[in-house]
């Protein structure tokens, strides 16, 4: 009956076109393919709805496929994968040249990865129990055959050099990156890499040195015009302006603010609720609220207060623990200068990339998501 009341609704699907599933062979524990298998081709088959399976041979195959693909004859673009592999659809879209058009093309997750954070941001929104792994996986399948379409932020990431990146989910510095690159080689253990990461890069806690501004989002819409830089950033060939930042290696206007610390645990900017599966980071965030929720933690924390502010995060109460060394700001936009003369990793979405200065800035509801 679900599935029935499902297909009377489901507002993205298209009878003259098919959905295009992604598949990571690789993700999380190896799992995706049984998950097609097991759960996913039965619940399409009998929601009705057409799709082409596509195995993902590499690393930078899907963005290659979504870059070349006919997208008159797709509905949708799904992946069951974990969170990189949307990265990479994403970054496929804005890099094409009618990335206008590309980029609305409704875009769906089904967890099969380890990280699968926006599956559990979209399952949250949902208001629905959190549930995970393979529960996970039903619960999204059922929010995509159900199927209501719904607008998500990007934020635009520019680097030092080479193009910018365009991110569903989070840019992270410090102990939160080093856990997502470290944990990769517990991948085996599923969603509770992140847990295993945490507590091994808790033993060897370090401090990060760099320089954080942000431009405050302030409830006003029109603010936005007034904090408009003279000198824009060159304008890349694809994706939208970023019209809040001036070029990288050039001074912020005045109306940002410099953080006055320089010595930190972390850096997060996040747009979505979840981290991952069992993160709840930034529970007030929603798909396409405009916001980028920025959390840094200050150098001096214990080790156990830092333990204490993760696994408060599984309920999303970290923010109500008063942590003196934890701030939480909403921001559009922010600039980080990390000290290169130390080791440290960046992450995006999950995904390292080139260590150095990085700036962000939101795109409200530049994309579009099968949301349930
Ligand atoms: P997980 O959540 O387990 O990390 P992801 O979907 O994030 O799963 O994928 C991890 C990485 O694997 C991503 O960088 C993705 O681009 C890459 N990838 C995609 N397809 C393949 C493949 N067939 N073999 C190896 N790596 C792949
Ligand atoms: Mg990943």
């Not at 930078?60 to 969170?83: C, F, K, N, P, Y």
């Not at 990335?99 to 599956?119: R, Y």
């Not at 992270?172 to 945490?198: L, N, P, Q």
């Not at 405050?216 to 819409?221: N, W, Y």
């Amino acid at each position: 009956l679900f599935l029935f009341s499902g297909m009377l609704l489901r507002s993205w699907s298209h009878p003259d076109r098919t959905m295009m599933l992604l598949v990571n062979p690789q993700s999380g524990k190896g799992q995706a393919l049984t998950f097609y298998y097991n759960h996913v081709q039965r619940m399409l088959n009998e929601a009705g709805i057409a799709h082409t399976l596509i195995i993902t041979e590499k690393q930078g195959h899907a963005r290659e496929i979504v870059r070349e693909a006919d997208l008159t004859q797709l509905d949708a673009l799904v992946i069951l994968s974990g969170d990189g592999l949307l990265f990479e659809v994403i970054n496929g879209l804005v890099e094409r040249p009618d990335w206008e058009e590309a980029i609305q093309k409704p875009l769906g997750i089904l967890p099969g990865g380890s990280g699968n954070a926006l599956a559990a941001s979209l399952l949250y929104y949902s208001g629905a129990p959190p549930v995970s792994g393979e529960d996970l996986l039903v619960s999204c399948g059922f929010l995509l055959c159900k199927g209501s379409v719904s607008h998500m932020d990007l934020v635009s990431i520019q680097l030092s050099s080479g193009p910018r990146l365009f991110s569903f989910l989070s840019l992270a510095w410090g102990f939160v990156a080093d856990v997502d690159v470290e944990s990769e080689k517990y991948r085996h253990m599923g969603a509770a890499r992140f847990t295993i990461g945490t507590l091994v890069r808790l033993a060897s806690l370090r401090v990060y040195k760099g320089k954080l501004a942000y431009l405050p989002a302030s409830g006003e819409e029109g603010d936005l015009e007034n904090s408009t830089p003279s000198q824009r950033a060159t304008e890349a060939p694809r994706g939208p302006p970023d019209s809040l930042l001036p070029p990288l290696d050039q001074p912020l206007p005045g109306n940002w603010v410099v953080v006055p610390e320089e010595d930190f645990v972390l850096m997060l900017a996040m747009y979505q609720s979840h981290l991952a599966e069992d993160l709840l980071a930034a529970p007030e965030s929603r798909l396409d609220d405009g916001i980028i929720h920025l959390f840094y933690v200050t150098a001096g924390i214990s080790r156990t207060a830092l333990l204490r502010l993760f696994l408060a995060m599984e309920k999303g109460t970290h923010l109500a623990s008063n942590c003196q060394h934890l701030v939480h700001t909403k921001v559009r936009a922010l600039r980080l200068e990390p000290n290169t003369g130390l080791k440290g990793k960046i992450t995006v979405d999950g995904e390292v990339v080139q260590y150095g200065p990085v700036q962000a800035e939101v795109h409200r509801g530049l994309s579009r998501v099968i949301s349930g």
